[in-house]
Nanobody, 126 residues
């Protein structure tokens, strides 16, 4: 059964790092969009980072470029998000998401994803 399960959230001070993990059973064969989204209270869900499984491209939101890195471990069926230089505005619930890919260019639009994890809280204090 295809499912996504996030872990690795927590509380950290500004400037610190966290690494999120997503157990992505059934999705790390080639041809799926895989992404991390986040949603802060009162805000819409926004795409943070994405890749296409089996491909070599990644894409990032402008707000996290240079600080966050998305990666996959196909052997372990895992998706990761390494987050460095965290800021208070990164505070949100972070979700792992998957969708069947229409091409090799990763996308951050929420409408491209139809399977979601339950989310993991990330809190960054100043």
């Amino acid at each position: 059964q295809e499912q996504l399960l996030e872990s690795g959230g927590g509380s950290v001070q500004a400037g610190g790092s966290l690494k999120l993990s997503c157990a992505a059973s059934g999705f790390l064969d080639a041809g799926y969009y895989m992404a991390w989204f986040r949603q802060a209270p009162g805000n819409e869900r926004e795409g943070v980072a994405a890749l296409v499984t089996g491909g070599d491209k990644t894409t990032y939101a402008d707000s996290v470029t240079g600080r966050f890195t998305i990666s996959q471990d196909k052997a372990g069926n895992m998706l990761y998000l390494q987050m460095n230089s965290l800021r208070p505005e990164d505070t949100a619930i972070y979700y792992c998401a998957a969708g069947f890919a229409g091409g090799w260019q990763p996308v951050l639009g929420v409408d491209f994803y139809d399977t979601w994890g339950q989310g993991t809280q990330v809190t960054v204090s100043s």
